[in-house]
């Protein structure tokens, strides 16, 4: 097996790419680019003088927990309680405290998957066994996996970095099968509102979320956890523990984002990207690449068998002797297989995606 490379290796190289004058085509960080609910200028403007200059609850402004209280009860459908929503640096944070929560404890996790759970995992000394992601019977293939001393299964649909999500009715089956058995289900929704069909059902004892991609606003680096079982005082310490609490300024941001919000938007959200998953589909389908259906998010993980390594096709596609470089990320990264690599088109425009395909298409038949 070839060593792989990362996301960060491929986006650092092609930001020198750009640099140095080249074209680039940026299909690897998971980036969107839809326009957030109100410009954050408009925003900033605002906030009150003070904003900033005091030390806040280290769980979160206790305004903007009840605001994603009211988010979560109204766009997700779980009826929260804002005593137990947690405000995370990003989604990766609140990755962390999971982890660490759980940390010396049997989990389950998907694969392939968003780099960080591997990662962490082994940061926290997670003791951590994987399943198929997008099996064709995910409820036997996660039971099957199950341990005695499994505590918690994770589940990320749609998924990073496939984009794929089983049917409702399978994912309330597993549900109902885990907590029968005593084993709490943590559901990173990340991607909850980008779906092209059925729409995601929302399950879980625990939501791993982020504003990064809902509201189109990674710098902020916000996000949460709806802690719905024992310990979320625990959880809650660890934001103290780690990060001291979230930027005041940040928070408020969000805050008056979420306060905009309207069914519009998110049906915005989903005719913003659906045609790029289209495009992109069907290109790859006639250059008979196989993949996971890409039922949501704005990835699509795709592999071709006259790839032998998708960490040097990666890497040919970034060489400076290329007319176009062209980032993507190999399947390794998100322990996919040897040939498997991901596409995301958050930020892609129809002309980068034909690039994309002829370029794909130019460096494996030249293979």
């Given at each position: 097996?070839?060593?792989?490379?990362?996301?960060?290796?491929?986006?650092?190289?092609?930001?020198?790419?750009?640099?140095?004058?080249?074209?680039v085509v940026d299909a690897h960080?998971?980036?969107?680019?839809?326009?957030?609910?109100?410009?954050?200028?408009?925003?900033?403007?605002?906030?009150?003088?003070?904003?900033?200059?005091?030390?806040?609850?280290?769980?979160?402004?206790?305004?903007?927990?009840?605001?994603?209280?009211?988010?979560?009860?109204?766009?997700?459908?779980?009826?929260?309680?804002?005593?137990?929503?947690?405000?995370?640096?990003?989604?990766?944070?609140?990755?962390?405290?999971?982890?660490?929560?759980?940390?010396?404890?049997?989990?389950?996790l998907p694969k392939p998957h968003?780099?960080?759970?591997?990662?962490?995992?082994?940061?926290?000394?997670?003791?951590?066994?994987?399943?198929?992601?997008?099996?064709?019977?995910?409820?036997?293939?996660?039971?099957?996996?199950?341990?005695?001393?499994?505590?918690?299964?994770?589940?990320?649909?749609?998924?990073?970095?496939?984009?794929?999500?089983?049917?409702?009715?399978?994912?309330?089956?597993?549900?109902?099968?885990?907590?029968?058995?005593?084993?709490?289900?943590?559901?990173?929704?990340?991607?909850?509102?980008?779906?092209?069909?059925?729409?995601?059902?929302?399950?879980?004892?625990?939501?791993?979320?982020?504003?990064?991609?809902?509201?189109?606003?990674?710098?902020?680096?916000?996000?949460?956890?709806?802690?719905?079982?024992?310990?979320?005082?625990?959880?809650?310490?660890?934001?103290?523990?780690?990060?001291?609490?979230?930027?005041?300024?940040?928070?408020?941001?969000?805050?008056?984002?979420?306060?905009?919000?309207?069914?519009?938007?998110?049906?915005?959200?989903?005719?913003?990207?659906?045609?790029?998953?289209?495009?992109?589909?069907?290109?790859?389908?006639?250059?008979?690449?196989?993949?996971?259906?890409?039922?949501?998010?704005?990835?699509?993980?795709?592999?071709?068998?006259?790839?032998?390594?998708?960490?040097?096709?990666?890497?040919?596609?970034?060489?400076?002797?290329?007319?176009?470089?062209?980032?993507?990320?190999?399947?390794?990264?998100?322990?996919?297989?040897?040939?498997?690599?991901?596409?995301?088109?958050?930020?892609?425009?129809?002309?980068?995606?034909?690039?994309?395909?002829?370029?794909?298409?130019?460096?494996?038949?030249?293979?």
């Amino acid at each position: 097996m070839s060593p792989s490379i990362s996301i960060r290796d491929i986006f650092d190289r092609c930001s020198v790419l750009r640099k140095m004058g080249r074209r680039v085509v940026d299909a690897h960080i998971g980036a969107p680019s839809h326009e957030p609910p109100i410009p954050v200028k408009q925003v900033i403007e605002k906030l009150s003088s003070d904003s900033g200059r005091e030390y806040k609850p280290f769980t979160g402004i206790p305004e903007l927990r009840e605001e994603v209280a009211r988010y979560v009860r109204r766009w997700i459908g779980i009826n929260a309680d804002p005593n137990r929503v947690i405000i995370t640096s990003g989604g990766v944070h609140a990755l962390y405290i999971v982890f660490r929560v759980f940390s010396n404890l049997h989990v389950l996790l998907p694969k392939p998957h968003f780099p960080h759970y591997s990662m962490q995992a082994k940061l926290s000394n997670v003791n951590a066994e994987y399943y198929n992601v997008y099996s064709e019977d995910i409820v036997n293939e996660v039971l099957s996996r199950l341990r005695d001393k499994t505590k918690l299964v994770m589940i990320n649909y749609p998924n990073n970095p496939t984009g794929y999500y089983p049917s409702s009715s399978e994912l309330k089956q597993l549900y109902e099968e885990l907590r029968s058995r005593g084993i709490i289900l943590a559901n990173d929704i990340a991607y909850y509102h980008i779906y092209y069909e059925e729409k995601p059902v929302p399950i879980g004892d625990i939501l791993i979320d982020t504003f990064s991609k809902t509201l189109s606003l990674p710098g902020l680096r916000v996000g949460y956890l709806y802690w719905n079982v024992e310990n979320y005082e625990e959880a809650g310490r660890m934001v103290y523990w780690t990060t001291s609490g979230v930027s005041d300024v940040s928070q408020n941001i969000i805050m008056e984002m979420l306060k905009t919000l309207d069914n519009s938007y998110f049906e915005y959200i989903r005719s913003y990207y659906k045609p790029k998953r289209d495009l992109i589909v069907k290109l790859f389908r006639e250059e008979d690449f196989t993949f996971p259906n890409p039922k949501g998010a704005f990835y699509i993980f795709p592999e071709h068998q006259k790839i032998d390594s998708s960490v040097k096709l990666a890497q040919n596609l970034i060489m400076e002797n290329r007319k176009i470089n062209v980032g993507i990320v190999p399947g390794q990264s998100f322990m996919g297989g040897e040939k498997q690599f991901r596409i995301s088109f958050g930020k892609l425009s129809e002309e980068d995606i034909y690039i994309l395909i002829n370029e794909l298409r130019t460096e494996i038949n030249q293979s």
